[in-house]
């Protein structure tokens, strides 16, 4: 059976909901169309999240990520849309997608954007700011 890029963002239940913990993901394949030339733009993404009651399945976000390879899309649009849909598909406690477009005209651009669920503090201070996604490697501190 052969896959097909799809828009349909499946989840599991979190294994562990009682704690926070932190899932880091890379993306280093993403690809979409700049909506005035028609080109490429490739991109690496970082997810990062503190799932509630959902977590994301695998194969449905690499589907998910393919479906817009054809598509014409601003950098700043499509990381608001994708983190859009991931909120709605999992509800996180704490979600950030981080967009690291490759050079194009001379110019490198990385789009940020984050969601916090209201109210939610996290039960051990994790210092998310810290987080260093070229290295993989996240600070916790206790509070």
């Known amino acids: 059976m052969s896959s097909k890029p799809s828009k349909q963002l499946e989840t599991?239940?979190?294994?562990?909901?009682?704690?926070?913990?932190h899932i880091h993901m890379q993306i280093p394949e993403f690809t979409c169309l700049?909506?005035?030339t028609g080109q490429p733009d490739f991109a690496t993404l970082f997810l990062?999240?503190?799932?509630?009651?959902?977590?994301?399945?695998?194969k449905s976000l690499k589907m998910?990520?393919?479906s817009f390879r054809n598509e014409g899309c601003f950098h700043e649009a499509v990381t608001n849309q994708i983190?859009?849909?991931?909120?709605?598909?999992?509800?996180?406690r704490y979600m950030k997608?981080?967009?690291?477009?490759?050079?194009?005209?001379?110019?490198?651009?990385?789009v940020v954007a984050e969601h916090r669920k209201k109210g939610w503090k996290?039960?051990?201070?994790?210092?998310?700011?810290?987080?260093d996604s070229d290295s993989d490697t996240i600070r916790n501190t206790r509070g």
């Open 48 to 58: 990062d999240y503190i799932p509630d009651k959902q977590c994301v399945e695998l």
């Open 12 to 21: 599991f239940a979190n294994p562990a909901p009682q704690r926070d913990f």
């Open 83 to 92: 983190l859009d849909d991931l909120v709605k598909a999992t509800k996180p």
């Open 34 to 36: 700049c909506p005035k």
């Open 122 to 131: 996290p039960q051990a201070r994790v210092d998310l700011s810290t987080f």
């Open 97 to 110: 997608l981080t967009a690291k477009f490759y050079v194009r005209g001379g110019i490198f651009t990385n």
């Open 64 to 66: 998910y990520m393919w």
